[in-house]
């Protein structure tokens, strides 16, 4: 089993919906979950990031977790083409030697269509 | 976040030799990693430079192969040696930085051709 898991895409969405990005991820012990986003040819962007259950909005993205059942995700509203690009989740396992490093997950392309 | 700048941005090495990638960091920062993203691919942690001792490799990186350098808190050093093409990839540095010193942020990327 992949510590973390994205569906790969493309997701296709039409211009002004809501794009909906998720994540699962096996380590209970995860603390810290990114969202980073990735222009083709460029590195990635951190766009969101959250550390306790519910919801965290910025502008027109919200990142919602649920240590639970072990998801986090990415909405976004009012999809521009400009949102166009692979989404990444990332999680950070703190403790056991883990420090600071993030696992990250293989990326969800979204096409946001005219 | 940290302005992060990388050299070379990209290069085309022959096999057998080996690259030097350099990472700037415009404060200084306490935690440096190195990462690859082969074609298609995620990222992948390679190790993270430590100020002042060894690197920390993971699993199927070896100092050997990756040799790291982190003389201060603004500056590390990536060595590819003796390339192959399957060394064929984007070589990114990451840096801890933010209100919480949690997020990571990442450099523009070394993208490095072996023929």
């Known amino acids: 089993q992949k510590e973390v898991e994205q569906n790969s895409g493309p997701l296709s969405v039409p211009e002004g919906a809501i794009a909906s990005l998720n994540c699962t991820y096996s380590d209970r012990g995860s603390q810290s979950f990114f969202w980073y986003r990735q222009y083709s040819g460029k590195s990635p962007e951190l766009i969101m990031f959250i550390y306790s259950n519910g919801d965290k909005e910025d502008g027109r993205f919200t990142a919602q977790l649920n240590k639970a059942s072990q998801y986090v995700s990415l909405l976004i509203r009012d999809s521009q083409p400009s949102d166009s690009a692979t989404y990444l989740c990332?999680?950070?396992?703190?403790?056991?030697?883990?420090?600071?490093?993030?696992?990250f997950g293989t990326g969800t392309q979204l096409k946001v269509e005219l | 976040s940290a302005v992060i700048s990388q050299k070379p941005s990209r290069d085309i090495c022959q096999r057998g030799t080996s690259l030097t990638i350099q990472c700037q960091v415009d404060?200084?920062?306490?935690?440096m990693f190195w990462y690859r993203q082969q074609p298609g691919q995620s990222l992948t942690l390679i190790a993270t430079a430590n100020q002042g001792s060894e690197a920390t490799y993971e699993s199927g990186f070896v100092i050997d192969k990756f040799p790291i350098s982190r003389p201060n808190l603004t500056f590390s050093t990536l060595t590819v040696s003796n390339m192959s093409p399957e060394d064929s990839s984007i070589y990114l540095c990451?840096?801890?930085?933010?209100?919480?010193?949690?997020?990571?942020?990442f450099g523009p990327g070394t993208r490095l051709t072996v023929l």
């Open positions: 990332a999680v950070n396992i703190l403790g056991g030697g883990g420090g600071n490093k993030l696992t």
């Open positions: 990451s840096v801890n930085a933010g209100f919480s010193l949690n997020e990571q942020f």
């Open positions: 404060s200084q920062v306490t935690m």
